[in-house]
Structures are given as C-alpha cells and as structure tokens.
C-alpha cells in the first residue's frame, strides 16, 4: 500500500452522479472532505466530515485561493462535461470543463507548492474502437469531443508529474446507478418506467440506440475502484476501472421492462441517436485486478434494481 500524505481530501464535482457516491465512501473510511460543487447548481449537504463548497474550476483566482488555503493532501478531479451526446452540441464548453478547469487546479496545486495525490477519472472513449476488450495500451484514438477532451486532460495531468504531484489515472467504462442523470439511457429507462407507473406518462418508453453494446458497472464499485487505485495504484500507470462484460442497450432495457409493475411499450426516437455512436465498447481489467486488487462485487441485476427504486422512491 502507497504511503498516502495526511490533510483534507478534495472532492471536485461533488454534486455529480459518481462524486456523490464517493464522497460517501470517503466519509466511510474516515477522510474529511471539502467537497466543491458548481454555483448555482445543486448542493451537496455539509454535515460532520464534508465541507460543500461553491467553486468555478473556470474560475483561476478563486481556485486558487481555495487550493492554498486548504491544502489538500489528496484530491479526487471527478469535475467536469461527462455525457457523450451532449459533447456533440457542445463541444467548446466540453473543452473548457475537462481541459482548461483541470489546467487551472493543476495550476493552484504548483503554485501552492503541494505535492498531493491527485487522481484524474480519464475514460474508456479515449481507445480507438474495437470489438474487442480494451487493455491499457490499446490504441488511442478518441471518436467523439468528449473522449477527446477526457485524452487532453489525462495528458495534461500526467505532466504535473514534473512538479512531484503524484498522479494517478482510472479510465472509467461506462457506469450506472442511482442519481444518475436521466439523459444516460439506463437512468433514463427506469425513470419513464417509474412515471408509467405511476399514470404520469404514456404506458410508452422513448429510447435510442438498442444495438450499442455498453458495461454497466455499478458507480458504488466503480468509486471504490478510483478509491483502490488512490491508495494502491502505481503513480502514472493507467488503469482501466472495467468489469469486462458488456450488455446490448437493448438488454439493459428489456430487463427493467421486466420488472416493471404495468405494461411498457418501445418507441425509437431518432433525435436520441448519436453521430458516430461507438458499436461496442468493453475494457480488459486484468491489470487492475492484478495490481490493485479490485473488481465488481455489485451484478447487472442489483444494479437495476437500485436505478429503479431510486426513481421510484423520487416520485413518490
């Protein structure tokens, strides 16, 4: 195990989907947290062990000033655009979130003169695509905005190295649960079922693309991996935070059809379809298995029946 500094652990993009899960698994180990959330946006709880605050990452000064304040001994950089789809539409401000707010924290941490633990979420669309599992040193080649965006900030990370800044890398494949934004197609299924259920919509799901063939970790493992590979991951070495097994969309769909409590019909919509919508992507997760000992203990099943009972319980 790595001999991890002491201080506070930064959070960034603590309002978010995986950072909220995280943040919990955190709190769990002991760890004080300053968990930093978007203005405006919405607003972790601070309670006993977590500080929320608002920060702009796009914001230099006051990242800044917050870094050389705080001095976090490790920090979790889980802010930024993280929808696919969305990257299409807008991709200068997918840009600026994941390239320019990751240059301004790695900015704060040199100017500080702190040497943290720094991980950095980077991702499976950074691999150029294949039907073939993806081991680590597959070929690089992003076909989105988004897995271009994610490939410059892993990138740009990695050279604060240079500065003794101890960095350390988990290309998160695709990964599901509760508090996920609907706009991602298995929070977004379980959401429409949820409010059929409930006589608020037509007993009709609206999907996209069924064919595209996806893993579905659950985010409880997958923060756990980023977790594993803070504590025991080797400096600079990529690690795929993958379970290996990848289902069709369509698959994920009909099994929470199935345990939904009326009946459901499907209707392809062609404005959820994306350009370029990659066929399959599936990580090999031997070497983060091997080196650091994790894998998923969480199944597709339990996994969906969290996502639809967290809907369920939002609509009640």
């Known amino acids: 195990m790595n001999r991890l500094p002491t201080g506070p652990t930064l959070g960034t993009g603590a309002a978010g989907f995986a950072v909220s899960h995280l943040v919990e698994l955190l709190v769990s180990t002991g760890a004080d947290v300053v968990a930093w959330h978007r203005p405006g946006g919405n607003t972790p709880s601070s309670s006993g062990r977590v500080r ?3 920060v702009d ?25 993280a929808h696919v789809g969305r990257a299409w539409d ?13 240059h ?21 669309m950074i691999y150029r695509v294949s039907d073939q599992p993806l081991a680590e040193d597959a070929p690089i080649q992003p076909s989105n905005p988004y897995g271009l965006s994610k490939l410059a900030q892993e990138r740009l990370a990695l050279r604060a190295m240079a500065d003794g800044i101890d960095v350390r890398v988990g290309r998160a494949f695709n990964h599901i649960g509760p508090r996920q934004d609907p706009s991602f197609a298995a929070s977004g299924f379980a959401k429409q079922i949820a409010e059929i259920e409930r006589g608020q919509r037509q007993p009709e799901i609206v999907v996209g693309n069924l064919e595209a063939r996806r893993e579905a970790t659950h985010v409880a493992d997958t923060v756990r991996a980023y977790h594993a590979i803070v504590e025991r991951g080797v400096p600079g070495r990529a690690y795929n935070v ?22 459901v019909a499907v209707r392809v919509d062609p404005s959820r379809l994306r ?3 990659v066929p399959v992507l599936a990580g090999n997760p ?9 894998s998923p203990n969480i199944g597709l099943e339990r996994t969906l029946d969290s996502i639809l009972e967290y809907w369920r319980s939002r609509l009640r």
């Not at 807008?90 to 990751?102: H, M």
């Not at 301004?104 to 499976?124: D, I, K, Q």
């Not at 031997?286 to 994790?294: L, S």
């Open 52 to 54: 929320a605050e608002a």
């Open 57 to 81: 990452l796009l914001d230099r000064h006051t990242v800044a000033e917050r870094i050389a304040r705080d001095r976090p001994a490790t920090v979790y950089h889980c802010a930024g655009a």
């Open 90 to 102: 807008n991709t200068a401000a997918t840009l600026d979130a994941n390239v320019r707010g990751t």
């Open 104 to 124: 301004y924290l790695v900015e704060a941490l040199r100017a500080a003169r702190l040497a943290p633990v720094l991980f950095v979420p980077g991702s499976a």
């Open 242 to 263: 993958s379970s290996g097994q990848a289902y069709a969309v369509g698959e994920v769909l009909e099994r929470l059809i199935a345990k939904a409590r009326v009946e």
């Open 275 to 277: 350009p370029n919508d």
């Open 286 to 294: 031997a070497r983060i298995r091997e080196e650091v000992g994790w």
